[in-house]
């Protein structure tokens, strides 16, 4: 499974935000990929729910998380090794 996570979160106020969220991500997928700043692509056997309970701990109120599943054809402006990526897990 292919899921889209993005964020922002209040980060002058907790620089660390930023690198817990990173290393929490890098260190419960299977593959990642980071095609924007706070956005990653992370292939993964669990669904949206278990993502968003392990990163919510992480976050304050005036944080912002989405994460949605990717699947099937998607669009946008990224190198060809980006779409490649995608493509092969986007099903």
Known sequence: ???LISYDLDAPRRPDSYAKVK???E???LATL???YSQWLVETHEDVDA???RLT???SQQDRLLIVR???RANGYLPPATWTW???RAT
Do not use: D, F, H, K
């Open 1 to 3: 499974m292919l899921l």
């Open 23 to 25: 290393e929490t991500i």
């Open 27 to 29: 260190g419960n997928a």
């Open 34 to 36: 980071r095609p924007l």
């Open 51 to 53: 993502w968003t309970s």
């Open 57 to 59: 701990p992480l976050l």
């Open 70 to 72: 990717v699947q099937g």
């Open 86 to 88: 995608i493509n092969e």
